[in-house]
């Protein structure tokens, strides 16, 4: 059976043990997550990952990507689904399409949204759910998830029903991710990411420089740029105090599974690429080119 039908399956049937995961992590009616109620599993070391992200002639890779806001989740997990051909599903995006169809939720979900709290699992896994099974009906299969799981609560939720091969943490410091936020900008008609900031943090105690060109876009977007209403710096503060609080112990989650790859960026594209394929074992793939274009 499918991630998707499995996920279905959860949340449609009372008498399967999967549904009382899923139940007592619904018990909240509310739209926004308390951010109460987390409990950690017991810490273990973190094995070696490399085994892990050995590509597997069965299935398709199902990889998490889990980092601060603004660390370039979108952008690697992205390069790395068309490298590996399968989708990259952005739980950001879906709230965002779903603000942008003036649905039901749409209000309540800009107030959440744009106010840098999280919105309630329930919603967030309903979003993901409908996105799997479009994806599936046209013959999608495996992932690299963006942005989920981002509490405990959707951490067991995903734990029961599907096995998740590997979960890379981007890392940066944060005044380079404040920076980062703050600089993106969006082509609102071709929806293409840049960013207009130039980030130069002098190493201190022993630590490299950091330096990130800008990624400017071409003359064609230049006059539709857009900033995400959620990229102001109070915001941006909010989402990171929110990461720490709500998403920090879903790192320990799968650190404790020997799941978890850190990976701390040295800089811009052009460096981190290359370095990160390194990390994944994935420097000799066939089609690696084409994924850095
Ligand atoms: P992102 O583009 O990943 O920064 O997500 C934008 C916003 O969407 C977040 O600040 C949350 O309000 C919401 N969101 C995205 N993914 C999740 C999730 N897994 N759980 C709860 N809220 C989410």
């Known amino acids: 059976m499918s991630f998707l039908n499995r996920v279905l399956r959860a949340r449609a049937l009372s008498s399967t043990e999967t549904l009382l995961f899923v139940s007592r992590a619904f018990s909240s009616s509310s739209c926004v997550n ?63 399409d779903e603000l942008a169809s003036s649905g039901p939720l749409a209000s309540q979900l800009a107030e959440i949204v744009n106010h840098g709290k999280l919105v309630s699992d329930e919603i ?26 981002r509490t405990i609560r959707q951490a067991e939720i995903l734990e029961g029903v599907t096995d998740i091969d590997l ?76 990461y720490n609080e709500m998403t920090r112990p879903v790192e320990e989650f799968y650190r404790s599974r020997g799941k978890l790859l850190e990976f701390n960026l040295p800089g811009g594209i052009p460096e981190s690429w290359p370095k990160l394929l390194q990390a994944l074992n994935l420097e000799d793939h066939d089609d690696k080119q084409s994924a850095a274009a």
């Not at 068309?82 to 739980?91: D, K």
């Not at 980062?180 to 201190?204: M, P, Q, T």
Request: net charge positive; charged share 25%; proline share 7%.
């Open 124 to 149: 967030i896994i309903n979003l993901l759910s409908k996105r799997l099974e479009a994806g599936e009906a046209k013959g999608e299969s495996g992932f690299i998830l963006d942005g989920f799981p």
């Open 167 to 242: 979960v890379v943490n981007l890392k940066l410091q944060e005044e380079a991710l404040v920076a980062k936020c703050l600089g993106r900008r969006i082509c609102s008609e071709c929806g293409g990411n840049y960013n207009v900031a130039c980030i130069d943090i002098k190493g201190e105690n022993g630590s490299p420089r950091m330096y990130m060109a800008p990624l400017l876009p071409p003359a064609h977007c230049e006059s539709k740029l857009i900033t995400r209403p959620d990229d102001t710096e109070e915001v941006v503060k909010e989402r990171l105090r929110i």
């Open 34 to 96: 308390s951010g109460t109620d987390l409990q950690l599993g017991a810490s273990f070391p973190t094995k070696p990952p490399s085994s892990l992200t050995k590509i597997s002639k069965d299935r398709n890779v199902q990889w998490v990507f889990l980092g601060c806001p603004g660390v370039g989740k979108g952008t690697y997990a992205s390069r790395l689904s068309n490298m590996l051909g399968v989708p990259h599903i952005a739980t950001g995006d879906l709230v965002r």
